[in-house]
């Protein structure tokens, strides 16, 4: 069972640490997704859910009520930082005083009167930190907000005792005050830059319809879209949003389904075609049978799989975690040392080993470092669904860049997967009788050539016979009629006038059927696959990019060769059953580091499975049983390029982060040891720090592919 909740107050990396390894210890599955501040658990004993809830609570990260409002919650932020900012001005005012502008009044450098302020700061507006604090102690997992309150409570009471106890003007209320207030509003900014990353997730939550039409017992009812269920049947007007996934029982329709697809023409559904819900129905009223509720519905299994794109931690990740995990205690470490150094071997005075000590303190940005990763993907998550791609797999980002070879499917993938004729030899009246008796077939190529010049209408044969596959043969008038392969034409010693067209046309690999009428063959029709346009630009393009590319199909030699020409590929394997398919990957995983495959998602779940790097060719209904590693929800192959393009600037944003939150530390915490970087300078980088990291991740939105 999965359970997803809402805990506003995870605000880094390590509230996420510290939730995933209190759980890890019960034997439940914590996944927390630190942008959209959700944890998602995996468990199986129904009665879990009670014990998530009791420890959530008992570890300092209770769960949101259910009414809670994330907007209401903003506002409330910003009162508090507009409050809070008016709270420090007086303190920031009596800087200028340490800087010997005689501009400040007496009244506001009294220590009293700072005082005031501060503790209103300090522990009203700061209480959040201390309480976090307190849980990460007892959790024995030290984050960020240790750090800040050691280093403000170091100011804040330093200062108090020489306000009580000396006659000294010289205070650090203003440091504690405007550390708070910096560290506040450097959270409500990142927390506001955070949730500009889930942005196209939260479009797509808004496409969801609050109620619906019910029809029961014949009457009309508007309910909620809780109370309707699997078989209920719903009433869509026109221009009104589907509900809910189903099957049109009455009426047809024009339907806009280019938020799931992408695709700008309309379809028209009728009885028995499937409406997806969040789509919009153009034209007439129609009835639906309602056949997916809840987080079985597209909808929802898109949303929940651009979710968990976010739960996505490469493997330099993973050690980078390993790192930010030891680093708060490191920090305090060498304050402390450092404030042992400058205190009892340098003998400087106390005020100047607080005020370095501090300033370790609140230097050092731990945050930014776990913040590397999952901002970056929330928004290339976010940023590849707008182009139809679903990324799914954890080992995409980081194996894209090694692709060495990739492996294609042929129908469906580099074809558009329906048989069209594109030839007929013959005299063209004789294509009544050719669609009269393949109108009764039920296979594709009776349906492509009845599709075939609509302008000629197929003879009411009443009198047939299918030969599985061999062809149909009938009785029209007194006329007997045959339509079939060359092998079932021979089988009835019927000569053929077509034999170098069809060696001709065979050997392109396309498909050829015959009619013969009273022993005489009269047409030839010639049927293929046709390539999808973009497919040789996209062969042209992978292999520019050194890519060994290869074709796998379960069609014969002709067919796969012709193919392989025309697209520019020079190694293929024809003949290939859906099952064999894995087993070629397996043997090209032996000649190449990284090998793709690019398949229907369907029934080729083994070879999709077997790949280092998988990209399925489907529509969204497809992307819960699908085991691509990228779902491309548009059957255009530039979107493999895209994908990997993507994923590429993707990992170069998520380095680009990691070396600048090492840099920064690097270079930062040095500086405050040897007092060059005060408390107050520490507080404004640290902020600056952490939303830098944000703003590289959102700079991934200027995205543009070019096909090279």
């Not at 990260?61 to 506002?75: L, V």
């Not at 009426?251 to 789509?279: F, H, N, Q, W």
């Not at 300078?681 to 070019?706: D, E």
Request: glycine share 6%.
């Amino acid at each position: 069972m999965k359970t997803t909740l809402i805990i506003p107050n995870i605000g880094c990396p390590n509230c996420a640490m510290a939730i995933t390894e209190h759980f890890k210890t019960l034997n439940i599955e914590a996944k927390v997704n630190v942008n959209q501040k959700k944890v998602t658990f995996t468990y199986s004993d129904k009665d879990s859910f009670t014990i998530i809830l009791k420890e959530l609570k008992a570890i300092g990260f209770p769960a949101a009520p259910i009414d809670y409002d994330e907007k209401r919650r903003r506002k409330y932020e910003k009162v508090r930082l507009i409050v809070a900012t008016i709270l420090v001005l007086p303190l920031a005012y009596t800087m200028f005083d340490n800087f010997g502008l005689n501009i400040v009044p007496d009244i506001m450098l009294n220590g009293y009167f700072q005082m005031g302020f501060a503790a209103i700061l300090q522990f009203i507006f700061g209480f959040r930190f201390y309480k976090n604090a307190f849980y990460q102690i007892k959790n024995k997992n030290l984050g960020m907000d240790v750090l800040i309150v050691l280093g403000t409570s170091v100011a804040f009471f330093y200062s108090l005792y020489l306000t009580i106890f000396t006659d000294k003007t010289q205070l650090f209320f203003e440091t504690s005050g405007m550390l708070i207030w910096m560290v506040t509003i450097g959270d409500y900014l990142e927390h506001l830059s955070q949730a500009k990353t889930t942005d196209t997730l939260k479009s797509l939550m808004a496409l969801a319809v609050d109620e619906v039409r019910l029809i029961k017992n014949g009457e009309e009812q508007i309910v909620s879209l809780n109370d309707v269920n699997v078989g209920d049947v719903i009433k869509v007007l026109a221009g009104e949003k589907i509900a809910l996934d189903g099957e049109i029982v009455d009426g047809a329709s024009y339907i806009d389904d280019s938020v799931i697809t992408g695709e700008s023409i309309p379809k028209y559904l009728s009885v028995g075609d499937t409406a997806v819900g969040s789509t919009t129905n153009l034209s007439n009223t129609i009835l639906i049978k309602v056949s997916a509720i809840g987080s079985d519905t597209v909808l929802a299994k898109i949303i929940k799989t651009v979710e968990e794109t976010s739960l996505i931690k490469p493997k330099f990740q993973k050690a980078v975690d390993v790192i930010a995990k030891y680093f708060v205690f490191i920090i305090l470490m060498i304050a402390l040392v450092s404030f042992l150094v400058y205190q009892f071997i340098l003998g400087k005075e106390l005020s100047i080993s607080l005020e370095v000590t501090t300033a370790v303190l609140v230097v050092s940005c731990p945050c930014a470092l776990g913040l590397a990763t999952p901002t970056s993907i929330a928004v290339a998550s976010g940023l590849a669904f707008k182009n139809k791609i679903l990324y799914k797999g954890g080992e995409f980002f980081e194996l894209a860049n090694k692709i060495d070879a990739i492996a294609f499917d042929k129908t469906g993938t580099l074809t558009k997967g329906d048989l069209i004729v594109s030839d007929y030899l013959g005299d063209i009246r004789y294509l009544s009788y050719t669609k009269g008796l393949e109108i009764h077939s039920t296979h594709p190529i009776g349906k492509s050539i009845n599709n075939y010049r609509k302008d000629i209408i197929p003879f009411a044969i009443e009198e047939y016979e299918i030969i599985d596959g061999k062809g149909i043969k009938g009785t029209y008038l007194q006329d007997q009629i045959i339509v079939g392969s060359a092998t079932f034409i021979a089988e009835a010693n019927i000569s053929n006038p077509f034999l170098n067209e069809f060696e001709k046309f065979t050997g392109e690999g396309k498909v050829v059927i015959f009619t013969a009428i009273n022993k005489k063959v009269v047409n030839m029709i010639i049927l293929e696959d046709e390539i999808k346009a973009e497919s040789q630009t996209l062969i042209t393009a992978l292999k520019k990019m050194n890519i060994n590319v290869y074709l796998i199909t379960g069609d014969n030699e002709n067919t796969a060769k012709y193919l392989a020409n025309k697209v520019g590929i020079e190694n293929y394997y024809s003949g290939v059953l859906p099952n064999e398919k894995a087993h070629i990957i397996k043997k090209l995983q032996e000649k190449h580091s990284v090998v793709a495959f690019v398949g229907d998602g369907i029934n080729d779940a083994p070879a999709l499975k077997q790949a280092d790097v998988s990209f399925s060719v489907s529509n969204a209904s497809d992307i819960a049983t699908d085991t691509a590693d990228v779902t491309l929800l548009d059957n255009d192959l530039k979107l493999v390029l895209i994908a990997i393009d993507l994923s590429k600037k993707t990992t170069a944003n998520i380095k680009q982060n990691i070396i600048w939150a090492f840099l920064y530390n690097l270079v930062m915490i040095p500086l405050a040891i040897f007092n060059i970087a005060t408390p107050l300078v520490g507080g404004v980088l640290h902020v600056i720090s952490s939303l830098l990291v944000v703003f590289n991740a959102l700079r991934l939105n200027l995205y543009k592919h070019k096909i090279k």
